[in-house]
């Protein structure tokens, strides 16, 4: 899995706040308050903007943040350390599932 500092991601939420009309004057203090009050065509719509300005295809991808983030530290750092959540769980994508 690549991760990225946040500094990398930074221009894409920037591009992504702005093309959401109703949050283009937000300051980084109230992002998120903003976008909350957002129609969900809004979102899609900046998000595709986002989408087509990049040449990776992904605007946002996983970030290390620091600790006390959701991505405190690099996975495999995290996970040799023992700092991971035990809990069961299953993940991954399933196409046609139960088809023979």
Known sequence: ???FNASRGEPYWDAFVSNTSACANS???NAFDCLR???FDDIVKA?????NS???G???VPTIDGPGGVLPGLPS?????????????ITGTNKDEGEI
């Open 47 to 51: 998000e595709t903007i986002v989408m």
């Open 58 to 60: 992904f605007g946002f």
């Open 1 to 3: 899995m690549a991760v």
């Open 37 to 39: 009050t957002v129609s």
């Open 54 to 56: 990049t040449n990776t």
């Open 77 to 89: 750092t995290i996970y040799a350390g023992g700092s991971f959540s035990t809990i069961p769980r």
């Open 27 to 29: 300051s980084a203090s």
